[in-house]
């Protein structure tokens, strides 16, 4: 697997050096247990299980008769204590992986692991240090079964996972409702060479094709024109070329399009073919630039040809080549628009870099059998995706370059479509998707900012036995706020931004800091209320005709639901 050089040994010192905040980075490790790492050229991938407790409100009693309706409490919330299986995924630089593996060592309690799985180019280079740190034995696992595993487990379980790039757009990120039937797709995995594999099932794949010319085609090629050793800096040159001051274009050859056969003037003839004719200095920019669209044309050309022979549309592309590069996503996109004359669409994945880590987890886990149920992004303990580009916010991009989350907690019950949905591939329970609606996305995050330290409040308010709630409603508005700042700069971090997303991320918040529900006396009370005039308002609706008791009942229904959002209006 090709990857974009490591560092030196200053570079080794320098990870010696690093602080790592296990309530930020390696958490929970005193509950974990199961252990897998994904080890690239460049990059470390980490997954663990743990278990988290943490608090949930219940409904302790409900007479929904309204017979004893002397009694002080009709309608009560108590907080009992659950524990619940997460699974933690940190990817870091491979630099940093002797500091890592010492800082679990240090702090993971009684496990009764005794195995690591391992997958990825570099677990032979690391098999050693990982046996000694963490004294457990490294179990190989070959790296195609993982990466689709993980495929499989990140399309059925993150309902935003896959997206399509959009270059200028605002944003360029366009997430995908995934298909209740994810099957059949084609994964397109481009790393030192590229595989197409095409996926039929949980465990059925097949390579199908392939090509040598891949990524470290274009890092050995770009090598050799620019001197420029490093992969993300010969990206960095091409996203800063012009492919036409190299490439041949049709209208070179034929001064305009070739309207006979449908070629434009703008299309490439023969990718470096002035470089033959002219005679001149060509800047590195304009050669890693050409190069790029070289392969990138190949690879779309070929991975349309497989598109049709095999009638797929669903094709996801990974690999180190792609790595969530605009630069690269933009070609491949082209490519795939040009060949399949708009039939077939580029997919990327938000979790691409985990792929092989969490099919490595998986491989060890499946006697817990983890796709029995059913898994849900923890957005307080994941990083989301990053913009690459250097002016989007580079105080966080800084800092997921680091080291990056994810995490995934179980359900309570495994999630199903609803069968009375017509079609469900087609139902989007979102109206507004906030990522597309900028003034929309202004009106939601200053509403949620408005509304954060009421929330704390509340949060407080809930538990007023507890010495520690103020501090811990603090940490959860500090976090809360952290997190609309970065959907402020980066809407597309967690997927189609929605107001469903901003309440679930701020459930998630408020969960981790142990206030399962801010607005539980709230409820209780109204609810209590509601009770007593329950029968009350049944017998009302008695007496009424049907069609008259329909509109009332919608018309109830209606004002409820309205009066529950707490908009002030409609509380007045």
């Known amino acids: ?83 619940t299986a997460r699974l933690h995924f940190i990817k870091f630089e491979n630099t940093y992986i002797e500091t890592c593996m010492d800082f679990i060592k240090d702090h993971l309690v009684n496990t009764e692991t005794k195995v690591i799985k391992a997958t990825g180019g570099g ?52 997430f995908q409702t995934t298909h209740p039937n994810i099957f059949p797709y084609l994964l397109v995995n481009i790393g030192s060479g590229v595989s197409i594999v095409k996926v039929e099932t949980e465990d059925k794949f097949e390579r199908i094709g392939g090509s040598s010319i891949g990524g470290g085609t274009f890092w050995g090629l770009g090598a050799l024109l620019t001197k420029t050793k490093k992969f993300d800096e010969l990206l960095q040159l091409a996203a800063k070329g012009q492919h036409t001051n190299v490439d041949m274009l049709v209208k070179d050859i034929y001064g305009g399009a070739y309207q006979i056969l449908g070629l434009t003037g703008n299309l490439i003839a023969s990718s470096f073919g002035k470089s033959a004719t002219v005679d001149k200095e060509f800047s590195k920019e304009d050669m890693a630039k050409s190069l790029l669209h070289m392969i990138s044309n190949d690879i779309g050309q070929l991975t349309c040809l497989y598109a049709k022979q095999y009638n797929l549309s669903q094709v996801y592309f990974g690999g180190f080549f792609i790595r969530g590069h605009p630069v690269t996503m933009h070609t491949i996109t082209y490519s795939i628009n040009f060949f399949s004359k708009g039939e077939v669409q580029a997919l990327f994945l938000r979790h691409e870099g985990y792929l092989g880590a969490i099919g490595a987890f998986l491989k060890g886990a499946e006697e817990d059998n983890p796709n029995l149920y059913s898994w849900g992004e923890n957005y307080a303990g994941s990083s989301g995706l990053m913009s690459t580009s250097p002016d989007v916010f580079p105080m966080q991009r800084s800092r997921s370059g680091t080291f990056d989350m994810l995490e995934m907690d179980r359900l309570e019950r495994q999630l199903v479509n609803l069968p009375l949905l017509f079609d469900p591939s087609s139902y ?138 707490g908009a002030k209006a409609v509380s007045e």
């Open 1 to 83: 697997m090709a990857a974009s050089g490591g560092r030196g040994k200053s570079g080794a010192s320098m990870d010696k050096s690093i602080t790592l905040p296990a309530d930020e980075i390696f958490r929970n490790l005193e509950n974990a247990k199961r252990f897998a790492i994904d080890i690239g050229g460049s990059l470390t991938k980490l997954a663990y299980y743990s278990t988290v407790q943490h608090k949930v409100a219940k409904v302790r009693s409900f007479d929904h008769t309204g017979k004893d309706a002397d009694r002080a409490l009709l309608y009560e919330i108590s907080e009992q204590e659950e524990i």
């Open 123 to 174: 677990a032979y280079k690391f098999k050693d240090l990982i046996e000694k740190k963490l004294g457990l034995k490294v179990d190989k696992e070959d790296e195609m079964p993982c990466l689709i595993k993980g495929c499989n487990f990140v399309l059925k379980n993150i309902p935003h996972e896959a997206f399509v790039y959009v270059k200028h757009a605002d944003p360029e990120f366009r």
């Open 428 to 565: 989007v329970p979102d109206t507004v998707d906030l990522t597309e609606d900028a003034m929309a996305r202004e009106y939601w995050l200053t509403c949620f900012e408005d509304a954060l330290e009421g929330v704390a409040k509340r949060a407080i308010a809930s538990q007023p036995d507890a010495k520690d709630a103020a501090d811990r409603a603090e940490k959860f508005q500090q976090k809360y706020w952290n997190k609309l700042q970065t959907l402020r700069h980066q809407p597309f971090a967690y997927g189609s931004l929605t107001v469903r997303s901003l309440l679930d991320t701020r459930e998630h918040c408020l969960n981790e800091f142990n206030f399962p529900d801010p607005y539980s006396k709230v409820k209780q009370k109204e609810n209590d209320i509601a009770l007593k005039y329950y029968q009350k308002a049944i017998r009302s609706l008695d007496t009424l005709g049907w069609e008259e008791k329909q509109f009332a009942l919608v018309k109830g229904l209606l004002a409820g639901n309205v009066f529950d959002w």
